[in-house]
């Protein structure tokens, strides 16, 4: 049971993770109808500007925190202009292999700026101590960190989104593209504001994977390949629905790699996959037929 | 784009001497060399260095310093391979694979079929092996690796070469020395109690084939010295390429309450984060709780330093691993390795592939061996002759004097395998230290061995 | 108030309105009639910004709108509410009310004015202030893009088909709202098929058919049945 309740907290933790991630991919396609595959970079990406800015000028782990939302932010603000703006009347297909390519140059840019090697760690509150809830159960306070920070994310991302006019012009936007032009909503205010929420959210996915386990180059397929499925599963572009979806797929994972079988983890998210796309293609959170 | 793709593709060096004859000389004048290397994406690093040591090789054999010495004396006077009288250059051609089977396997063919290349470096991944070979094989050219640590390379293969350990003698010498008497562990000053009253290992690594073949042999050895430990293959924990968060996989470790570890990984940052991961599961080896034994890339000194940065103490006495190299050699291994150092790092040190380190020094060992091997055969298009006066030469190369191949007990045949000397390592105020413990002859045993197919 | 001159709009080679002009007075309600694809949504999207004139010109207030991007276009006063009710489906009627003010949202005090006018002018939004907009029924919805539209504080409102699918009592409902915000002094361009919600509303109109005007004068006139039907038949 303890071992269960043990899986529960690292499963949450993960799912968290993941969730943030997923909630910025949710963002994009909810509002700008894009699926970005670079995304995954700017998690990356974010994880090594926390590097450079806690471990690299020795500064606190939320002053990185910050450093790499801002910086994953505005790279997503380049991305949209430089990018997607282009491509934006293109068939979907083009714009998500445009993202891969992106995707692509990103690894190599971070490759040659901190190469393959080496683990960059990022100092942490909490990185040493625990909680320990019995004989058995322990909670790293590491994993409180990130999970506290994760809250206080989608508290923010829920205010702005929900309490904000910011947020009101998003939503229409999703909702109506057009009649929120009627409105006199600046469609590229929109996407700038959308694409920075998004990278800053990628930037903070990063930043707290790469404190619990280092930073690396490859550390931005995994969950971007997660996230993907958790939008699908949660409905995609539905931000409750990415941090559900994000806790079922992040426990999942961990109960099974722990009692089924570790090679078997991987198979979780896509059996997940594939049984949403057979019951409910909508997702958890779709409207059913609202988005071909 | 990353430099050395370009330089890949380009074709990279010609040694000095072809320039004369450029490519006006015939196929029976050059002797055509090649390789399949991952030299760009996040794996290049297991392919630059290895290009590189090969490429410099090449150069120092036209160049008449060959540093290596062959065993009977081969000469090494410049200008080319001395075949008879004449002097045949060596022209060398590598190919990036960017680490895909697909483009490892199209490189292979087009050194075959357009490059006319009689023997080929490479490609390292297992799969591509075994592809590889598929197409090698049955033309009879020579295939190599420095760094493949694959029994793929040479079992049941007629002209694989692997110049280097595999996962499976490795671990057989790992699991040896655990194995040890407390007498012998004494004699080198171990205090025999590190090991006392230990008897569940747990195994953990990438889920790939080099980390399957780990675990045979570390089942095979465990049984073969005395079945002190047990060992429940069902249990070894593989994850996935990729993986970022190792929580799920190091609690499923430890829930096995292992006494003894054996961490099968060659990626720096996956071996830290488990490390990380392993000291707050309570899987401790820096208090003794376990021992935590790791390959030839955890007892690298970088990778000490690298760990104790992250605050991982490795020197607290259960730590331990191998090195195919020794660190305490005897002083004409230790001045071919200064000398050869001094070049490379001159060379390569300021570029993307770096200094030396113990791995492109197998690489250039091989390379120059194989060149030797060419010579004293006296041809270059006849590989069975190749092969054969190749495998009978040994060298006093940079790991150490002496290197030879593995001769089979049971049949008498020289085969492909080198015959790897593993030295015991362990760490020691943040220094990575030779125990003077060392095995050869005893780990080159099982079906992984020399087995005439690889066991399914 | 609104001119329009010789305007031609395409999409692609495929030219929907061929050399229209017509001129709205201020403080009038102005009827574009016409059958389905005559032409007259293209009309309105011109104005607002969403298509571009071939040829032609649109004046405001004497300023020609062209090249103008649309929130230019409501900033300078001219709300559009589109056919089909498209509301926000998934957003508060609150909510949807404010995105309209979306020009001059900073101004708290005039929005919330603004706000308080729609509610009186429409009691049923009201009601409904919390709820999802798609929960709305049909006549609530189509009242609420009109009060979404006024969230702009337009000079000049455009209205599309406001009618469409709406039962009889609910039109007369629309048709009253039209009547408040002409005393409150808009000037209303509506776009209909139907003629007799035209005739309750409007003054003055012009009927189109297959993108060029076949009549154009006082509604009124509109009401003898022969007149109307040789406009829409475009003889």
Same mark, same amino acid.
């Given at each position: 049971?303890?071992?269960?309740?043990?899986?529960?907290?690292?499963?949450?933790?993960?799912?968290?993770?993941?969730?943030?991630?997923?909630?910025?991919?949710?963002?994009?396609?909810?509002?700008?109808?894009?699926?970005?595959?670079?995304?995954?970079?700017?998690?990356?990406?974010?994880?090594?500007?926390?590097?450079?800015?806690?471990? =690299?000028?020795?500064?606190?782990?939320?002053?990185?925190?910050?450093?790499?939302?801002?910086?994953?932010?505005?790279?997503?603000?380049?991305?949209?202009?430089?990018?997607?703006?282009?491509?934006?009347?293109?068939?979907?297909?083009?714009?998500?292999?445009?993202?891969?390519?992106?995707?692509?140059?990103?690894?190599?840019?971070?490759?040659?700026?901190?190469?393959?090697?080496?683990?960059?760690?990022?100092?942490?509150?909490?990185?040493?101590?625990?909680?320990?809830?019995?004989?058995?159960?322990?909670?790293?306070?590491?994993?409180?960190?990130?999970?506290?920070?994760?809250?206080?994310?989608?508290?923010?991302?829920?205010?702005?989104?929900?309490?904000?006019?910011?947020?009101?012009?998003?939503?229409?936007?999703?909702?109506?593209?057009?009649?929120?032009?009627?409105?006199?909503?600046?469609?590229?205010?929109?996407?700038?504001?959308?694409?920075?929420?998004? =990278?800053?959210?990628?930037?903070?996915?990063?930043?707290?994977?790469?404190?619990?386990?280092?930073?690396?180059?490859?550390?931005?397929?995994?969950?971007?390949?997660?996230?993907?499925?958790?939008?699908?599963?949660?409905?995609?572009?539905?931000?409750?629905?990415?941090?559900?979806?994000?806790?079922?797929?992040?426990?999942?994972?961990?109960?099974?790699?722990?009692?089924?079988?570790?090679?078997? =983890?991987?198979?979780?998210?896509?059996?997940?996959?594939?049984?949403?796309?057979?019951?409910?293609?909508? =997702?958890?959170?779709?409207?059913?037929?609202?988005?071909? | 784009?990353?430099?050395?793709?370009? +330089?890949?593709?380009?074709?990279?060096?010609?040694?000095?001497?072809?320039?004369?004859?450029?490519?006006?000389?015939?196929?029976?004048?050059?002797?055509?060399?090649?390789?399949?290397?991952?030299?760009?994406?996040?794996?290049?690093?297991?392919?630059?260095?290895?290009?590189?040591?090969?490429?410099?090789?090449?150069?120092?054999? $036209?160049?008449?310093?060959?540093?290596?010495?062959?065993?009977?004396?081969?000469?090494?006077?410049?200008?080319?391979?001395? *075949?008879?009288?004449?002097?045949?250059?060596?022209?060398?051609?590598?190919?990036?694979?960017?680490?895909?089977?697909? +483009?490892?396997?199209?490189? #292979?063919?087009?050194?075959?079929?357009?490059?006319?290349?009689?023997?080929?470096?490479?490609?390292?991944?297992?799969?591509?092996?075994?592809?590889?070979?598929? *197409?090698?094989?049955?033309?009879?050219?020579?295939? *190599?690796?420095? @760094?493949?640590?694959?029994?793929? $390379?040479? #079992?049941?293969?007629?002209?694989?070469?692997?110049?280097?350990?595999?996962?499976?003698?490795?671990?057989?010498?790992?699991?040896?020395?655990?194995?040890?008497?407390?007498?012998?562990? +004494?004699?080198?000053?171990?205090?025999?109690? @590190?090991?006392?009253?230990?008897?569940?290992?747990?195994?953990?690594?990438?889920?790939?084939?080099?980390?399957?073949?780990?675990?045979?042999?570390?089942?095979?050895?465990?049984?073969?010295?005395?079945?002190?430990?047990?060992?429940?293959?069902?249990?070894?924990?593989?994850?996935?390429?990729?993986?970022?968060?190792?929580?799920?996989?190091?609690?499923?470790?430890?829930?096995?309450?292992?006494?003894? #570890?054996?961490?099968?990984?060659?990626?720096?940052?996956?071996?830290?984060?488990?490390?990380?991961?392993?000291?707050?599961?309570?899987?401790?080896?820096?208090?003794?709780?376990?021992?935590?034994?790791?390959?030839?890339?955890? $007892?690298?000194?970088?990778? #000490?330093?690298?760990?104790?940065?992250?605050?991982?103490?490795?020197?607290?006495?259960?730590?331990?691993?191998?090195?195919?190299?020794?660190?305490?050699?005897?002083?004409?291994?230790?001045?071919?390795?200064? +000398?050869?150092?001094?070049?490379?790092?001159?060379?390569?040190?300021?570029?993307?592939?770096?200094?030396?380190?113990?791995?492109?020094?197998?690489?250039?060992?091989?390379?120059?061996?194989?060149?030797?091997?060419?010579?004293?055969?006296?041809?270059?298009?006849?590989?069975?002759?190749?092969?054969?006066?190749?495998?009978?030469?040994?060298?006093?190369?940079?790991?150490?004097?002496?290197?030879?191949?593995?001769?089979?007990?049971?049949?008498?045949?020289?085969?492909?395998?080198?015959?790897?000397?593993?030295? @015991? @390592?362990?760490?020691?105020?943040?220094?990575?230290?030779?125990?003077?413990?060392?095995?050869?002859?005893?780990?080159?045993?099982?079906?992984?061995?020399?087995?005439?197919?690889?066991?399914? | 108030?609104?001119?329009? &001159?010789?305007?031609?709009?395409?999409?692609?080679?495929?030219?929907?309105? &061929?050399?229209?002009?017509?001129?709205?007075?201020?403080?009038?309600?102005?009827?574009?009639?016409?059958?389905?694809?005559?032409?007259?949504?293209?009309?309105?999207?011109?104005?607002?910004?969403?298509?571009?004139?071939?040829?032609?010109?649109?004046?405001?207030?004497?300023?020609?709108?062209?090249?103008?991007?649309?929130?230019?276009?409501?900033?300078?006063?001219?709300?559009?509410?589109?056919?089909?009710?498209?509301?926000?489906?998934?957003?508060?009627?609150?909510?949807?009310?404010?995105?309209?003010?979306?020009?001059?949202?900073?101004?708290?005090?005039?929005?919330?004015?603004?706000?308080?006018?729609?509610?009186?002018?429409?009691?049923?939004?009201?009601?409904?202030?919390?709820?999802?907009?798609?929960?709305?029924?049909?006549?609530?919805?189509?009242?609420?893009?009109?009060?979404?539209?006024?969230?702009?504080?337009?000079?000049?409102?455009?209205?599309?088909?406001?009618?469409?699918?709406?039962?009889?009592?609910?039109?007369?409902?629309?048709?009253?709202?039209?009547?408040?915000?002409?005393?409150?002094?808009?000037?209303?361009?509506?776009?209909?098929?139907?003629?007799?919600?035209?005739?309750?509303?409007?003054?003055?109109?012009?009927?189109?058919?297959?993108?060029?005007?076949?009549?154009?004068?006082?509604?009124?006139?509109?009401?003898?049945?022969?007149?109307?039907?040789?406009?829409?038949?475009?003889?």
């Amino acid at each position: 049971m303890s071992a269960f309740a043990q899986q529960l907290i690292y499963g949450t933790s993960y799912g968290m993770n993941l969730a943030v991630a997923a909630a910025g991919l949710a963002l994009l396609f909810g509002v700008y109808r894009v699926i970005n595959l670079a995304h995954g970079q700017l998690i990356m990406f974010g994880g090594y500007i926390a590097y450079v800015v806690t471990t =690299g000028l020795g500064l606190h782990f939320f002053v990185g925190f910050a450093a790499a939302m801002v910086a994953m932010g505005v790279a997503g603000v380049i991305l949209e202009i430089s990018v997607f703006r282009i491509l934006q009347r293109r068939p979907a297909t083009d714009q998500l292999l445009a993202s891969l390519g992106v995707y692509m140059m990103i690894g190599i840019l971070a490759l040659r700026i901190w190469g393959d090697f080496e683990a960059r760690p990022i100092n942490m509150p909490g990185e040493e101590g625990a909680i320990l809830l019995g004989e058995d159960i322990r909670i790293d306070f590491a994993r409180i960190v990130t999970i506290a920070i994760t809250i206080a994310v989608f508290a923010v991302l829920y205010f702005v989104v929900y309490r904000t006019h910011l947020g009101r012009t998003m939503r229409a936007t999703a909702q109506g593209p057009e009649t929120a032009t009627l409105m006199g909503i600046r469609k590229r205010e929109v996407a700038a504001l959308v694409f920075f929420i998004a =990278g800053a959210l990628g930037g903070a996915a990063g930043a707290m994977l790469g404190g619990l386990f280092n930073v690396r180059p490859d550390m931005g397929f995994q969950p971007l390949l997660m996230a993907l499925i958790i939008i699908i599963f949660g409905g995609m572009g539905s931000l409750i629905g990415a941090i559900i979806a994000g806790l079922v797929l992040g426990i999942l994972y961990n109960l099974t790699v722990f009692y089924v079988g570790s090679k078997l =983890g991987d198979l979780v998210p896509f059996a997940v996959l594939l049984i949403i796309l057979m019951v409910r293609p909508q =997702g958890l959170f779709g409207l059913p037929g609202r988005r071909a | 784009m990353r430099g050395s793709v370009k +330089k890949a593709f380009v074709g990279a060096a010609v040694a000095a001497g072809l320039a004369v004859g450029g490519s006006a000389a015939q196929a029976e004048d050059v002797f055509k060399f090649g390789g399949v290397f991952t030299l760009s994406g996040p794996a290049s690093f297991l392919g630059l260095f290895e290009e590189a040591a090969v490429r410099l090789a090449v150069e120092q054999f $036209m160049k008449g310093d060959c540093i290596v010495e062959a065993i009977p004396a081969q000469p090494c006077e410049g200008g080319g391979l001395k *075949i008879g009288d004449k002097k045949i250059p060596i022209e060398w051609k590598a190919y990036d694979d960017v680490s895909e089977d697909k +483009k490892s396997i199209d490189a #292979v063919t087009r050194l075959v079929e357009q490059d006319g290349a009689r023997a080929i470096w490479g490609p390292r991944m297992n799969s591509a092996v075994l592809s590889a070979a598929s *197409i090698l094989d049955p033309q009879s050219i020579i295939s *190599i690796c420095a @760094i493949c640590s694959s029994p793929a $390379m040479t #079992v049941g293969r007629k002209w694989g070469h692997d110049i280097t350990d595999t996962g499976v003698i490795e671990k057989h010498a790992i699991s040896k020395f655990i194995s040890e008497s407390p007498e012998r562990l +004494k004699e080198h000053g171990i205090d025999p109690k @590190i090991f006392e009253g230990r008897k569940k290992t747990g195994f953990i690594g990438r889920n790939e084939l080099y980390t399957v073949h780990g675990s045979i042999g570390w089942e095979e050895g465990l049984k073969q010295w005395g079945g002190k430990y047990s060992y429940s293959d069902a249990d070894k924990v593989l994850f996935p390429q990729g993986t970022t968060d190792f929580a799920p996989f190091v609690a499923k470790l430890a829930e096995q309450k292992p006494d003894i #570890v054996m961490m099968d990984s060659y990626i720096v940052p996956d071996m830290l984060a488990i490390m990380k991961e392993m000291k707050k599961q309570g899987l401790d080896f820096e208090t003794g709780k376990i021992v935590l034994l790791g390959n030839d890339v955890l $007892m690298l000194q970088f990778l #000490v330093d690298l760990a104790k940065k992250e605050g991982i103490n490795m020197s607290s006495g259960y730590v331990w691993g191998w090195q195919e190299h020794n660190p305490a050699q005897d002083p004409a291994t230790l001045a071919r390795v200064e +000398k050869y150092v001094k070049i490379y790092n001159e060379k390569y040190g300021s570029t993307e592939v770096g200094n030396s380190s113990p791995f492109d020094r197998g690489a250039y060992d091989a390379a120059i061996w194989f060149l030797y091997g060419v010579q004293a055969a006296g041809t270059i298009t006849d590989n069975a002759a190749i092969v054969k006066a190749w495998r009978s030469l040994k060298i006093n190369g940079l790991r150490g004097p002496e290197n030879q191949f593995f001769v089979r007990p049971d049949t008498g045949e020289v085969t492909g395998q080198l015959m790897a000397t593993e030295y @015991i @390592i362990g760490v020691k105020d943040d220094k990575v230290f030779y125990t003077g413990i060392n095995y050869r002859d005893d780990l080159f045993f099982g079906p992984y061995v020399y087995g005439d197919k690889l066991p399914k | 108030m609104l001119e329009i &001159r010789n305007l031609v709009l395409a999409y692609g080679v495929n030219r929907v309105v &061929r050399d229209v002009s017509f001129a709205v007075q201020p403080g009038e309600v102005f009827a574009l009639l016409g059958p389905n694809g005559a032409g007259k949504t293209s009309i309105l999207r011109a104005v607002s910004g969403l298509v571009p004139a071939v040829s032609g010109d649109i004046l405001f207030q004497g300023k020609s709108l062209l090249k103008r991007k649309p929130h230019d276009i409501v900033l300078g006063g001219i709300a559009h509410v589109p056919e089909g009710r498209q509301i926000f489906p998934e957003m508060s009627v609150h909510d949807n009310l404010l995105v309209g003010a979306t020009v001059h949202i900073h101004k708290r005090e005039r929005v919330r004015e603004l706000e308080a006018r729609c509610l009186s002018l429409f009691p049923i939004i009201k009601e409904r202030a919390r709820q999802a907009g798609g929960t709305l029924s049909g006549g609530e919805q189509q009242q609420l893009t009109i009060a979404r539209g006024l969230m702009a504080d337009p000079k000049l409102l455009i209205v599309d088909e406001p009618t469409l699918g709406l039962a009889p009592a609910i039109i007369n409902v629309v048709a009253d709202s039209f009547r408040k915000l002409r005393e409150l002094g808009l000037t209303i361009v509506v776009a209909e098929q139907n003629a007799d919600f035209a005739l309750k509303v409007a003054d003055h109109g012009v009927v189109l058919a297959s993108g060029e005007i076949t009549y154009a004068g006082t509604v009124k006139q509109l009401s003898d049945r022969e007149i109307l039907r040789k406009a829409y038949m475009g003889a």
